[in-house]
């Protein structure tokens, strides 16, 4: 049993060592950015535009449920018009930030993946090395710039419509009823630019883990399709996990 | 202090951020290096490498000629394209040495001076880029290296794709090519590097006849035009044995005979013999 436990403890060290090592590559393959522009802009369309429609409608709905949810309990002791400030806050710290990037992993994440654990198995990152360019810059690197420039816009555009499907339910449901001038201003008194950016960092921090991870378990895949397969669920249960780690220490942070 | 320095110098950090690929950083090739091609002695020495519990390698020995075509020729599963990746840092042999031009290739760069030769590598599987173009494939490292204008690198992959019988298929899908257009694809992207040394793994492997004899014709062709080493791993006995000048049989991870063509035919091993008169792929009993 304790060998066991050492075993995987190894093994986990191991692979945060390997991570911080690609980590370290990748951000230092920044400085030829220039050279990847084209794959950058890719990956940031795939990134974004593919995952902005997804996002959109379930911040929408997210928001909607936040206000139906709390307002009709703040309604019980007639407060409800502080549902701008919860909607607000909840959406710009938390919802926003965590539920794009839990649906950037789900969608972009595993895909990366599939695609860097392919060309592993299929020898392609093999030709890339005879070919004398580096497989982190010419696949991790993009894919990182990719999730940090995308996964902040995304969060805003998150905050946003969350906000406004919020403001709908309140006003419409009679319950709750809080017109919609009384419900931005308490949006807007709530949330501050600071409130706006520890949104954003939490939304930078989730882009590198998705990217990260993606690679990360990519570069790793070994066994045919079968690997491609584990490999894209071993993304996917890793970000998801690591997100949620990370998001409950960055709120501690920055409290 | 001086200690301090060296600990915080910049090879270190260069080692230190190249420790996921564990690749040396890129270089660029002027437009003079490219132009220049020659073939490059390949010397291995005592190579061991062992996965597991398994020896794949057990002390090859091989001193590969400039401009030769040398084919290295064995059953499955006998260390040849385990060998073939020790030559261009994708294995690292645990001991034993590869030498091209008398470069240890286990040396950091910086020991060595870096490079004065380019290899390329023709895979088994072809290991075509999906994402990328016909063209592109065979353009990416000029473009990568940023060698020529694009002018010059389109001329490069039209050239490059009419040598291999391919002229005007730049703006085709790789995944709309067959087998063997893939392998020439592979070939020509290769080429393009204009590499002093060539290896192919399997290179007929999922090829029919035809494609097989023009693949034959492809490489002796670039015998006739370009000295580069060329370095054949196949079982493929009637490919390896009319295009090389020298074959190498290998046996459960040992190298069991080297000489021309014509000396396997005559060999009296065993083994060599039971390799190259098998009753449906080899050559015709004596």
Redesign the interface.
Known sequence: MLARIGTIALQAAHSTGEMLALLLETLYYFKDARRNRREIVRQMSEIGIGTLPIAGMISLFIGMVLALQTGSQLALFGTQEAIGAIVGLSMAKEFGPVMTSLLVAGRVGSAMAAEVGAMQVYEEIDAMRTLEINPVRYLAMPRLLACLTVLPILAVFSFILGALGGGIVSSVNPVINVPPTVYYDNLVRAVDIWEILNGLVKATVFGAIVAQVGCYVGFKTTGGARGIGQSTTRAVVMSFLMIIIADYFLTRLMM | MRNKARVFSRENFSR??????H?PP??PVSQDEYETSRGVRVQIENLHRTFGSREVLKGINLDIRPGEIFSILGPSGTGKSVLL?HL???QKPDAGRVLIDGIDLNLPLTETGGDTFR???V???S????SLTVGENVG??LR??QIYPEKRIRRIIRDKLRLVGLGGRESMQVSDLSGGMKKRVAIA?SLA?NPDLILYDEPTAELDPVTTDELARVIEELKGKVNLTTIIVSHDLSFALYLSDRVAMMHDGEVIAIGTPDEIRHSKDPLVRRFIYTTTKGLKGI
């Open positions: 230190l951020a190249h420790a996921f690929t690749m890129e270089c990746k261009v840092r994708l290899y390329s590598m895979f088994q599987t290991a075509l880029f999906n990416l490292w990568e290296k992207r590097m």
